[in-house]
């Protein structure tokens, strides 16, 4: 079993361009209290140094469009705010705008069970858009994001680079 969690961690850059890192959360072996298995850190407010803030969280279903392509570059956008979006099932791709060549630092594939780390909060932002699977279906983009506020700094500073 390995023991880091992959994280793709989207950004502004300098440029105020989007770009994708891939990062890894590390995992500690626990068990006892019906725990078993491979964690990461408990993530805490520093402010209050304990756990007593709230978790802000919700889950959001996009259908696959219609037209055979995926969704386009009209959902160009920033992050809303620091947050984490879990995929629960689609098969995506998003892309960094307004940029000239596509790298692996400007592209990224999100796949059911994928965690992204959205902070581009400034700049060009990024566009994303349905992909086909292995047998040509297109599945809806379920997700669960989880807003990271005081938490971020210390969620951070535990990512390592791939």
Same mark, same amino acid.
């Given at each position: 079993?390995?023991? /880091?969690?992959?994280? *793709? ?8 361009? *989007? ?6 959360? =590390?995992?500690? =072996? ?5 725990? #078993? ?9 520093? #402010?209050?140094?304990? /756990?007593?803030? %709230? ?7 996009? =259908? ?12 160009? !956008? *920033? $992050?809303?705010? +620091? ?13 960094? &705008? ?7 630092? !400007?592209?990224?594939?999100? +796949? ?5 780390? $959205?902070?581009?909060?400034?700049? $060009?932002? !990024? ?6 699977? $292995? ?8 997700? &669960?994001? #989880? ?5 971020? %700094? !210390? ?8």
């Amino acid at each position: 079993m390995d023991s /880091n969690l992959s994280i *793709t961690h989207m950004f502004t850059d300098e440029s105020n361009h *989007t770009r994708f890192k891939k990062m890894v959360l =590390p995992l500690e =072996p626990k068990s006892g209290l019906g725990s #078993v298995g491979l964690f990461s850190s408990l993530f805490v407010n520093q #402010v209050l140094d304990d /756990n007593s803030g %709230d978790i802000k969280m919700q889950f959001a279903v996009t =259908p696959v469009p219609d037209q055979s392509e995926g969704e386009g570059p009209k959902l160009a !956008h *920033t $992050a809303p705010r +620091r947050q984490l979006v879990i995929t629960l099932d689609g098969y995506l791709e998003f892309k960094s &705008c307004d940029v000239e060549s596509m790298d692996n630092e !400007h592209l990224t594939i999100i +796949r059911r069970g994928d965690i992204l780390l $959205a902070d581009d909060l400034e700049g $060009a932002g !990024h566009v994303w858009q349905f992909l086909k699977d $292995a047998d040509g279906i297109m599945h809806p983009w379920v997700r &669960c994001y #989880v807003h990271l506020g005081e938490e971020y %700094d !210390h969620f951070i500073s535990k990512l390592k680079e791939n």
